[in-house]
Nanobody, 115 residues
Framework: QVRLVESGGGLVQAGGSLRLSCRAS????????MAWYRQAPGNQRELVAR???????NYADSVKDRFTISRNNAYTTVWLQMDSLEPEDTAVYYC?????????WGQGTQVTVSS
């Protein structure tokens, strides 16, 4: 059974930082591509950052140079370090992976940035 469990969301002032964690189980984590998405009220879910098994990354333009995605295969965990947060970053953040032709999501963690 594939499970993605997020933690680390919360309320922060603009300019602050948060670090999200996602612990994965039920997959061969070291070969899985992992990603963070977010969804703000009234908006579609959008890709924030992705990290490949070889460590390569890509980011949405809106978060480049502010957010950093990383992984530790021994801990089957992926993190999203979010710095210089802006009110526009307010959303529910979801951990994601595609495994054996299926897409899996975590339960989501709320990030709220006050101005």
């Amino acid at each position: 059974q594939v499970r993605l469990v997020e933690s680390g969301g919360g309320l922060v002032q603009a300019g602050g930082s948060l670090r999200l964690s996602c612990r994965a189980s039920g997959i061969n984590f070291k070969i899985a591509t992992m990603a963070w998405y977010r969804q703000a009220p009234g908006n579609q879910r959008e890709l924030v950052a992705r990290i490949f098994s070889h460590g390569g990354t890509n980011y949405a333009d809106s978060v480049k140079d502010r957010f950093t995605i990383s992984r530790n295969n021994a801990y089957t965990t992926v993190w999203l370090q979010m710095d210089s947060l802006e009110p526009e970053d307010t959303a529910v953040y979801y951990c994601n992976t595609d495994w054996k032709d299926r897409t899996f999501w975590g339960q989501g963690t709320q990030v709220t940035v006050s101005s």
